[in-house]
């Protein structure tokens, strides 16, 4: 039984911030990356930023230095800072997390989606 449980989406005006988090449920396993993701209407779901369990992280060019992907490992929780809010950051985000069993193997879960509209 896993479970990923977003929050923090919302309405806000361009160059405002939001935060965004991702409590990860995942019983005996362990979490290696995680990440978010997000997709607008008619486009494709496209990674915004991946950090693994030792804190190394990337980001997708349209949003270096205006977003922080963060995590408290004792919480299993991923966090994303987006500051300096654009019209183009209109999505749905959707966190990620890979997840190892006792044998090692690797399994891909998805959070339901939280919508973030940057609108004037």
């Known amino acids: 039984q896993v479970q990923l449980v977003e929050s923090g989406g919302g309405l806000v005006q361009p160059g405002w911030s939001l935060r965004l988090s991702c409590a990860a449920s995942?019983?005996?396993?362990?979490?290696?990356?995680m990440g978010w993701y997000r997709q607008a209407p008619g486009k494709e779901r496209d990674l915004v930023a991946v950090i693994t369990s030792d804190g190394s992280t990337n980001y997708a060019e349209s949003v270096k230095g205006r977003f922080t992907i963060s995590r408290e490992n004792v919480k299993n929780t991923v966090y994303l800072q987006m500051n300096r809010l654009k019209p183009e950051d209109t999505a749905v985000y959707y966190c990620?997390?890979?997840?190892?069993?006792?044998?090692?193997?690797?399994?891909?879960?998805w959070g339901q989606g939280t919508q973030v509209t940057v609108s004037s």
């Open positions: 995942v019983g005996i396993f362990s979490i290696n990356d």
């Open positions: 990620n997390a890979e997840i190892s069993d006792y044998k090692g193997i690797r399994y891909d879960y």
